[in-house]
Protein backbone atom coordinates (compact mmCIF):
# COMPACT_ATOMS: atom_id res chain seq x y z
CA UNK A 1 0.00 0.00 0.00
CA UNK A 2 1.03 3.35 -1.06
CA UNK A 3 0.35 6.28 1.09
CA UNK A 4 -1.11 9.15 -1.19
CA UNK A 5 -0.92 12.65 0.67
CA UNK A 6 -4.86 13.98 0.53
CA UNK A 7 -6.64 17.05 0.46
CA UNK A 8 -8.42 17.62 4.50
CA UNK A 9 -11.51 15.25 4.66
CA UNK A 10 -15.08 16.46 4.86
CA UNK A 11 -18.08 15.05 6.93
CA UNK A 12 -19.02 13.16 4.33
CA UNK A 13 -15.87 11.73 3.83
CA UNK A 14 -15.66 11.16 7.92
CA UNK A 15 -19.26 9.03 7.30
CA UNK A 16 -17.59 7.04 4.57
CA UNK A 17 -14.17 5.90 6.67
CA UNK A 18 -17.10 5.34 9.53
CA UNK A 19 -18.83 2.74 7.70
CA UNK A 20 -16.08 1.12 6.69
CA UNK A 21 -14.47 1.07 10.30
CA UNK A 22 -17.76 -0.25 11.37
CA UNK A 23 -17.66 -3.12 8.82
CA UNK A 24 -14.33 -4.03 9.56
CA UNK A 25 -13.98 -3.27 13.24
CA UNK A 26 -16.72 -4.15 15.24
CA UNK A 27 -16.54 -7.27 17.09
CA UNK A 28 -12.52 -7.32 17.07
CA UNK A 29 -10.04 -6.66 19.60
CA UNK A 30 -7.06 -5.20 19.56
CA UNK A 31 -4.57 -7.30 20.74
CA UNK A 32 -1.08 -5.42 20.32
CA UNK A 33 -0.70 -1.72 19.83
CA UNK A 34 2.34 0.67 19.12
CA UNK A 35 2.37 4.57 19.00
CA UNK A 36 4.85 6.30 16.94
CA UNK A 37 5.06 10.54 17.35
CA UNK A 38 3.58 11.43 20.85
CA UNK A 39 1.84 14.20 19.24
CA UNK A 40 -0.34 11.75 18.07
CA UNK A 41 -1.50 11.39 21.61
CA UNK A 42 -1.11 14.91 22.66
CA UNK A 43 -4.01 14.43 24.98
CA UNK A 44 -2.95 11.89 27.27
CA UNK A 45 0.18 10.02 26.61
CA UNK A 46 1.68 6.78 23.80
CA UNK A 47 1.53 4.74 26.97
CA UNK A 48 -2.18 6.02 28.22
CA UNK A 49 -3.37 5.49 24.22
CA UNK A 50 -1.42 2.05 23.54
CA UNK A 51 -2.94 0.91 27.43
CA UNK A 52 -6.16 2.23 26.54
CA UNK A 53 -6.60 0.20 23.41
CA UNK A 54 -4.60 -2.86 23.87
CA UNK A 55 -6.84 -5.98 24.86
CA UNK A 56 -10.07 -3.68 23.96
CA UNK A 57 -12.76 -5.04 21.65
CA UNK A 58 -14.84 -2.54 19.53
CA UNK A 59 -18.54 -2.34 20.41
CA UNK A 60 -19.38 0.12 18.23
CA UNK A 61 -18.18 2.90 15.24
CA UNK A 62 -19.83 6.59 15.50
CA UNK A 63 -19.49 9.80 14.55
CA UNK A 64 -19.95 13.47 15.89
CA UNK A 65 -19.27 16.25 13.43
CA UNK A 66 -15.58 15.19 12.05
CA UNK A 67 -14.61 12.84 15.07
CA UNK A 68 -14.83 9.05 14.44
CA UNK A 69 -16.05 7.50 18.16
CA UNK A 70 -15.05 4.11 18.28
CA UNK A 71 -17.27 2.81 21.22
CA UNK A 72 -14.74 0.25 23.00
CA UNK A 73 -16.02 -2.73 25.60
CA UNK A 74 -13.76 -1.53 28.31
CA UNK A 75 -16.01 1.22 29.00
CA UNK A 76 -13.88 3.58 26.75
CA UNK A 77 -14.12 5.66 23.99
CA UNK A 78 -10.97 6.26 21.31
CA UNK A 79 -12.04 9.30 19.36
CA UNK A 80 -9.76 10.00 16.40
CA UNK A 81 -9.77 13.00 14.40
CA UNK A 82 -8.23 13.31 11.04
CA UNK A 83 -7.25 16.88 10.77
CA UNK A 84 -5.71 18.08 7.62
CA UNK A 85 -4.12 15.06 6.53
CA UNK A 86 -4.94 11.68 8.93
CA UNK A 87 -5.93 8.28 7.67
CA UNK A 88 -7.58 5.32 9.36
CA UNK A 89 -6.72 2.07 6.89
CA UNK A 90 -7.42 -1.57 8.01
CA UNK A 91 -5.36 -3.82 5.95
CA UNK A 92 -3.96 -7.13 5.78
CA UNK A 93 -0.89 -6.63 7.74
CA UNK A 94 1.24 -8.69 5.36
CA UNK A 95 3.57 -5.67 4.87
CA UNK A 96 5.57 -2.94 6.99
CA UNK A 97 3.29 -0.02 7.49
CA UNK A 98 3.57 2.61 5.12
CA UNK A 99 5.62 5.61 6.55
CA UNK A 100 3.80 8.12 8.80
CA UNK A 101 1.63 5.45 10.73
CA UNK A 102 1.72 6.83 13.82
CA UNK A 103 -0.81 4.17 15.61
CA UNK A 104 -0.80 0.66 13.72
CA UNK A 105 -2.62 -1.55 16.37
CA UNK A 106 -2.93 -5.09 15.40
CA UNK A 107 -6.25 -6.77 15.61
CA UNK A 108 -7.42 -10.25 16.82
CA UNK A 109 -8.01 -11.18 12.98
CA UNK A 110 -4.79 -11.20 11.88
CA UNK A 111 -5.34 -7.57 9.77
CA UNK A 112 -4.82 -4.10 11.72
CA UNK A 113 -6.03 -0.33 11.80
CA UNK A 114 -3.45 2.18 10.63
CA UNK A 115 -3.06 6.00 12.23
CA UNK A 116 -1.62 7.72 8.85
CA UNK A 117 -1.10 11.27 9.47
CA UNK A 118 1.87 13.03 7.45
CA UNK A 119 1.97 16.05 9.23
CA UNK A 120 0.70 15.17 12.39
CA UNK A 121 -2.19 17.41 12.94
CA UNK A 122 -4.62 14.39 13.73
CA UNK A 123 -4.71 12.73 17.22
CA UNK A 124 -6.29 9.59 19.05
CA UNK A 125 -7.83 9.70 22.45
CA UNK A 126 -8.73 7.01 24.48
CA UNK A 127 -10.99 8.07 27.71
CA UNK A 128 -12.64 6.24 29.87
CA UNK A 129 -16.93 7.47 29.84
CA UNK A 130 -16.04 10.03 32.82
CA UNK A 131 -13.06 11.98 31.29
CA UNK A 132 -14.77 12.03 27.83
CA UNK A 133 -16.05 15.14 28.37
CA UNK A 134 -12.64 16.64 30.49
CA UNK A 135 -10.54 15.04 27.43
CA UNK A 136 -12.18 15.87 24.61
CA UNK A 137 -14.46 19.24 25.47
CA UNK A 138 -15.25 19.72 21.74
CA UNK A 139 -17.76 16.83 21.20
CA UNK A 140 -20.36 18.55 24.14
CA UNK A 141 -20.10 22.26 21.66
CA UNK A 142 -20.92 20.56 18.53
CA UNK A 143 -23.84 21.54 16.52
CA UNK A 144 -26.45 19.55 14.59
CA UNK A 145 -25.05 16.66 12.36
CA UNK A 146 -27.08 16.82 9.04
CA UNK A 147 -26.56 13.20 8.25
CA UNK A 148 -27.60 11.86 12.10
CA UNK A 149 -29.80 14.86 13.22
CA UNK A 150 -32.52 14.78 10.50
CA UNK A 151 -32.25 18.27 9.50
CA UNK A 152 -34.66 19.44 6.73
CA UNK A 153 -34.71 21.79 4.58
CA UNK A 154 -37.16 23.87 6.85
CA UNK A 155 -35.03 23.34 10.01
CA UNK A 156 -31.83 25.35 7.57
CA UNK A 157 -34.04 27.85 6.75
CA UNK A 158 -35.27 28.86 10.33
CA UNK A 159 -31.82 28.62 11.44
CA UNK A 160 -30.83 31.06 8.88
CA UNK A 161 -33.43 33.43 9.50
CA UNK A 162 -33.00 36.97 10.60
CA UNK A 163 -28.60 36.69 10.17
CA UNK A 164 -27.30 39.12 8.44
CA UNK A 165 -24.21 37.08 7.12
CA UNK A 166 -23.06 36.12 3.45
CA UNK A 167 -24.23 32.45 3.15
CA UNK A 168 -20.84 30.81 2.60
CA UNK A 169 -19.70 32.29 5.66
CA UNK A 170 -22.81 31.07 7.87
CA UNK A 171 -22.38 27.85 6.57
CA UNK A 172 -19.13 27.49 7.17
CA UNK A 173 -19.25 28.58 10.92
CA UNK A 174 -19.18 26.00 13.19
CA UNK A 175 -18.90 27.85 16.35
CA UNK A 176 -23.32 27.72 16.62
Sequence with gaps: MRFTPRIMPELPEVETIRRGLERTLVGRRFDEVTVGRERVARRTSRKGLRDGLTGARVVRVD???????????????????????????????????PPHSHVVAELDDGKRMLFIDPRTFGEVVVASRGEVEILIPELGRLGIDPLVDGVTIDDV????????????SLLLDQSE
Excluded: F, I
Aim: charged content about 35%; hydrophobic content about 35%.
Design 157 to 168: VSMCRNRRRRVK
Design 63 to 97: RRGKYLLLELDSDSLAMVHLRMSGQVVVDEGRTAP
